[in-house]
């Protein structure tokens, strides 16, 4: 699924969840980690169309380190407390999804 930019949606979904935990993970600010996800995927997309045409391949990312103190807090076992934790997280996402278009749509008119 991708929104009007061409962008998919799990990954804003994925990129906001990552930005919110690295931001110890405050409660009410959905929205902002979404259109900050949504931001850095479209100008990240729009760098390497530029680079593209320039004919250079763009050079590969590296993930970030930690934040100090968080990397404990982000490791989990993969049993029935990460499978509710990304349905919790999947919900909240579209939740967030569903208010941008709206937000979206009244801006349009």
Not at 4 to 18: C, K, L, P, S
Not at 38 to 63: D, I, K, R, S, W
Not at 71 to 88: D, L
């Amino acid at each position: 699924m991708s929104n009007d930019g061409g962008t998919n949606v799990d990954q804003i979904r994925e990129r906001a969840f990552r930005l919110w935990q690295e931001d110890g993970c405050p409660e009410g600010r959905s929205l902002e980690y979404w259109f900050r996800a949504e931001t850095e995927l479209a100008n990240e997309a729009a760098a390497g169309e530029a680079t593209h045409a320039a004919g250079t391949a763009p050079a590969p990312m590296e993930e970030p380190p930690p934040a100090p103190g968080r990397g404990r807090r982000r490791a989990k076992s993969a049993g029935a407390g990460a499978a509710a934790t990304t349905a919790a997280e999947e919900a909240g996402s579209r939740g967030a999804y569903v208010q941008q278009k709206r937000t979206r749509r009244k801006a349009e008119g």
